[in-house]
């Protein structure tokens, strides 16, 4: 199936998919600007130089490289257990409070109505400070997860980017390697058949030696853009869990504890 330049890379990777080779070879359509574009990065492409083989999409792929480290950056700071901790806290809180309000007196005779608010007064006001603090580290922790789902959504978004750019580049790659041997190669050795120039010779030898690295360039491309696939459902686990968490706090923050008090 054809896979677009601007497809939800979520569906794509993670630990029970791994991809296969054949995948290396995907379908991307691209749109008129991005043909220009394609266009553009083939033309530069020089076959004749190591150093631009070598260099060829590295600045993409040390992009993809410093993304994987940030999304690794942004697990290791997270503190999900800290505030699943405080809403443990807050329920056992509140149980334990209904608990003790609704506990039978050891002789039910004297404990007339006026008994009764009193103990749910004392009861009220040793658990109300607590949770007031419990409400107000909520409420922090609230803020700081509405920030990381917003970030999550961006990093898919430079993710979505990254994966544009790398097919941008071996789509151009791939177009020049069919130009070598179709048009380049052929060329070459006939040149250096008909002459029987050593030069000549050499000349189709090398060409033939920096399309193979540049092969290998290509399928190196290939590779990382594979790991920006893997990225994707990556980043929408860590966001789904960021999200069902601040779901707990917001039903908290409106629910329980109004209910509560």
Avoid: C
């Avoid at 048009?183 to 920096?210: C, F, G, T, W």
């Amino acid at each position: 199936s054809i896979i677009m330049a601007e497809l939800d890379l979520a569906q794509y990777g993670g630990d029970s998919e791994k991809p296969k080779d054949t995948s290396m070879d995907m379908s991307v359509n691209f749109s008129d600007e991005e043909r220009t574009k394609i266009a553009q990065y083939k033309d530069k492409i020089n076959l004749t130089s190591t150093m631009d083989i070598i260099q060829y999409g590295v600045g993409s792929q040390s992009q993809v490289g410093n993304f994987s480290s940030e999304i690794l950056k942004q697990v290791r700071t997270k503190d999900m257990g800290g505030a699943e901790d405080i809403l443990i806290n807050l329920r056992s809180d509140i149980r334990s409070f209904d608990e003790n309000t609704r506990k039978k007196p050891l002789i039910p005779f004297f404990d007339n109505l006026k008994k009764r608010i009193s103990r749910i007064k004392t009861e009220y006001a040793s658990v109300e400070k607590n949770i007031h603090q419990i409400e107000l580290k909520l409420e922090g922790h609230y803020k700081n997860v509405a920030k990381d789902v917003v970030i999550f959504d961006k990093l898919f978004t430079q993710n979505q980017q990254y994966f544009k750019d790398l097919s941008l580049h071996i789509q151009a790659g791939t177009e020049k390697l069919q130009e070598a041997h179709e048009v380049i190669l052929p060329k070459l050795r006939q040149e250096a058949e008909s002459s029987n120039d050593q030069h000549k010779i050499q000349e189709y030898k090398d060409m033939e030696q920096h399309i193979v690295r540049f092969e290998r360039k290509v399928h190196d491309l290939k590779l990382t853009r594979m790991v920006v696939l893997q990225n994707a459902p990556q980043i929408r686990m860590i966001q789904s869990n960021s999200s069902a968490l601040m779901e707990k706090i917001q039903s908290s923050l409106v629910n329980a504890l109004p209910l509560w008090k």
